[in-house]
């Protein structure tokens, strides 16, 4: 008898798993699931030039965009995403139509770190870093004086950017559409983009100062960073 009852409470216990499982297939089934992309991501508050840059992307395919943008850019159009350095241990990082043209094991260095693409192309023309701490400006004056028309100029600082700035170099950057470059400072955390000569690439940038009592990293900021997509040059 004691077997029997064993045997009974054992089937039952398994129509009611049994009873449960269809239960939940059921409600599952009839359920409208939509998980939507642009729900997932945290997108800051970055005006109305990144908010057209982020309805590009969302009306485009599903299928993951190059630089790990959530969606493809748009035809005519080239994938960006940058970011500052993170205090001095991790590196700024560019990364242009799919290929990383700073950061990693591609040309990085602390101070300001610069890639120039052909607008037409997107075809890497340099890339280079300048320490602002330790190193000179000159290289970076000689740097910027050689940036083409036609050039899209992406900029990320790492660790301490400002230091060695002269108001020449400054000038040179701010030329090219930056309107933080004026006021970089210490420790501050920045990234830029912009077109030379470029008229339908609008300047874009974020910055962060310097301040031990809101700082994030203690004597660094928190890190900044910056995706969309940009268009081609036209002719």
Same mark, same amino acid.
């Given at each position: &008898? ?16 049994? *009873? ?27 005006? =109305? ?87 000179? *400006?000159? =290289? ?85 960073? &910056? ?9």
């Amino acid at each position: &008898m004691i077997y029997v009852r064993k045997g009974i409470i054992k089937l039952l216990l398994m129509l009611l798993i049994l *009873v449960i499982s269809i239960t939940l297939t059921v409600k599952l089934l009839n359920t409208d699931v939509e998980l939507k992309l642009e729900n997932l991501i945290e997108w800051p508050n970055e005006g =109305p030039d990144y908010r057209v840059t982020r309805s590009i992307l969302h009306k485009n395919s599903s299928i993951p965009g190059k630089c790990g943008l959530p969606q493809p850019c748009p035809e005519e159009h080239f994938a960006y995403k940058i970011s500052s350095g993170a205090a001095n241990v991790i590196g700024a990082k560019i990364c242009f139509n799919g290929d990383i043209l700073i950061g990693v094991t591609k040309t990085l260095g602390t101070g300001i770190n610069i890639a120039v693409v052909n607008g037409k192309t997107g075809e890497l023309v340099d890339a280079a870093s300048f320490d602002m701490w330790s190193g000179e *400006v000159e =290289p970076l004056v000689k740097f910027l004086t050689s940036i083409q028309n036609g050039s899209i100029v992406l900029m990320a600082s790492y660790d301490e950017p400002a230091s060695r700035l002269n108001d020449e170099a400054r000038t040179l950057i701010s030329q090219l559409g930056s309107s933080h470059i004026s006021t970089l400072g210490f420790r501050d955390n920045w990234i830029f983009v912009a077109g030379k000569g470029i008229k339908n690439i609008k300047p874009l940038e974020k910055h962060i100062k310097n301040d031990k009592s809101v700082n994030k990293y203690d004597d660094w900021p928190e890190m900044v960073e &910056m995706d969309g997509c940009l268009p081609r040059k036209q002719d």
